[in-house]
């Protein structure tokens, strides 16, 4: 599709311009640690067909893991067991590496690839954690932005990682073959809301001419009701104080009506909600996306809804749609990039075995005063790894939004 490739060719040009004209950005309040497993084909035997004795909440688990590998399912499985990690590591081997994980810390390591100085969440500053956290990412010590690798470990208990099964194409074992590249992530402990009372404090007069991302607020239960609050309050500060766009990312909601009452209670402060096209058919509508998007947009005074599948992102808005087209693609081809290489990168190139898909949902009008704007994505089949693409893609389309650079 040559317009594609001539659209993300302009692109890998403009990437030092739309860097350099960045302003500020601000991001909370997701992060921990993920542990990095490529599952082999004897793993996955052993995952399906194994003895996975332990406690009654792991076994429980390990029977929702195999029903999930057996239909082709990916996404975030939540095992209640602390205590799981070794059990777990019998099963799928040692980690790759560990790395952070997390919406709001992912997307800051995309960010500091590219040479910005991300200001971070994160009240977890364990030796485990800020050794995850990449360079040039700033958290707030003593009242001021301070470079994390300036920072000593706190000492305490060790919270575990999140285990990521990388599922390969083709991998086959136990009567399954992975027939899509995808993951399912292992969470052992219930998720902490990085609620950073210096960043809390002081973000609002950061992020000025900037951007600020909201992420991690699926799957915090009972703490949702005081948590909530609070995060709203430190959105509705980044508008006070001069953010562009004040974006909010989903993730694995158990039900519509939990993301509901994140809604009534964050959706009124943000300008932008971002989520992948399963989360979007589950969560908010299914059938035509721009429509259920642009319903879901104006039922909460959004500007704009972003959506990111394989083959193309979409945005419904009611902004300039040659911008959005750009953050689309900036957002695509950094998750390109990373999806080629493994991690970030600071330099984008088009991946030489990326295709780009002719039949996409159409651009234009659509409800509401809403229009779609959407691109075909750079995309691989085989990616080296999945991890990451969709906080990923979130950098790179919060980029776009973040810069004065004048590219028409």
């Not at 209640?80 to 099963?91: G, K, N, T, V």
């Not at 910005?116 to 001021?144: C, F, K, M, W, Y």
Request: hydrophobic content about 40%; proline content about 5%.
């Amino acid at each position: 599709m040559t317009d594609a490739r001539e659209r993300y060719e302009r692109l890998v040009e403009q990437r030092a311009a739309l860097v350099e004209g960045c302003g500020p950005v601000v991001a909370g309040f997701s992060a921990t640690t993920d542990a990095l497993h490529r599952v082999t084909d004897s793993a996955l035997e052993r995952l399906l067909t194994g003895d996975h004795a332990g406690s009654e909440a792991f076994d429980a688990g390990m029977a929702t893991l195999r029903s999930w590998l057996l239909e082709g399912r990916d996404g975030e499985l939540f095992i209640d067991d602390e205590a799981a990690e070794p059990l777990l590591e019998q099963l799928v081997g040692p980690p790759e590496r560990v790395q952070c994980g997390g919406t709001s810390i992912q997307a800051c390591w995309s960010w500091s690839a590219l040479g910005l100085a991300p200001l971070l969440a994160l009240t977890n500053r364990s030796e485990r954690q800020l050794r995850a956290t990449a360079d040039n990412v700033h958290v707030i010590d003593d009242g001021a932005p301070a470079p994390v690798r300036q920072l000593a470990p706190v000492p305490g208990p060790v919270v575990p990682s999140n285990h990521v099964l990388e599922l390969t194409r083709g991998t086959s074992g136990g009567g399954v073959t992975v027939t899509r590249s995808s993951r399912i992530t292992v969470v052992l402990v219930r998720k902490r809301l990085q609620l950073d009372e210096g960043f809390l404090a002081v973000s609002p007069s950061l992020v000025t001419g900037g951007v600020g991302l909201v992420s991690g607020l699926n799957g915090i239960g009972r703490a949702r009701e005081e948590a909530l609050p609070r995060v709203a309050e430190a959105a509705a500060g980044w508008r006070a104080g001069g953010a562009r766009l004040v974006h909010l990312e989903l993730a694995e909601y158990a039900t519509a009506g939990e993301l509901d009452r994140v809604m009534a209670l964050v959706g009124g402060h943000v300008d932008s909600v971002g989520m992948n096209a399963s989360e979007l058919g589950r969560l908010v509508g299914a059938g035509d996306p721009s429509h259920a998007a642009a319903v879901f947009a104006a039922a909460h005074g959004l500007q704009r809804v972003v959506v990111h599948a394989d083959e193309w992102a979409m945005s419904v808005h009611r902004r300039d749609p040659a911008r959005e087209e750009r953050a689309l693609a900036a957002g695509s081809l950094a998750a390109a990039n990373r999806a080629a290489h493994g991690e970030p990168q600071g330099t984008w190139r088009i991946p030489r075995e990326a295709s780009f898909a002719v039949e996409i949902p159409p651009s234009g009008p659509v409800t509401e005063g809403y229009r779609a704007s959407v691109v075909a994505t750079p995309y691989l089949t085989t990616p080296f790894s999945t991890i990451g693409l969709g906080d990923t893609f979130v950098s790179g389309d919060l980029l776009v939004q973040a810069s004065s650079a004048d590219l028409d």
